[in-house]
């Protein structure tokens, strides 16, 4: 199973070890970590960003065109920036880091 570390922004870490196949933002749910996800992964907001340590970034599928376009109206985006129910869980990104971020936006308004 492969684990997923959430540095969150009380400067907590949880390690998680999680089946492949779910988001980051499922996974995340399941274990209590304070990632919103207000539009229930239908990509119609940026309450589920995330940002991929540097080391892991490449590593991702590139995001879409309309996960580009949310993550333009997140709070404290950077480049390594994703939303959480759009990148999910395989065995190769075994050790994957994530920031959580301390705010969040609802893009919806």
Do not use: Y
Not at 78 to 87: E, F, H, I, M, P
């Amino acid at each position: 199973m492969p684990r997923v570390i959430f540095h969150q922004p009380d400067g907590s870490v949880l390690e998680v070890d999680e089946t492949a196949g779910q988001s980051i933002l499922d996974i995340a749910h399941k274990h209590g970590i304070d990632i919103e996800g207000a539009c229930e992964a239908s990509l119609a907001c940026s309450t589920c960003h995330v940002i991929v340590h540097p080391d892991w970034h490449d590593r991702l599928p590139l995001p879409t065109d309309d996960e580009e376009d949310m993550l333009d109206l997140a709070w404290g985006v950077t480049q390594t920036s994703r939303l959480g129910c759009q990148v999910e869980l395989t065995e190769q990104l075994d050790g994957l880091v994530l920031n959580v971020p301390s705010n969040s936006r609802d893009a919806r308004g």
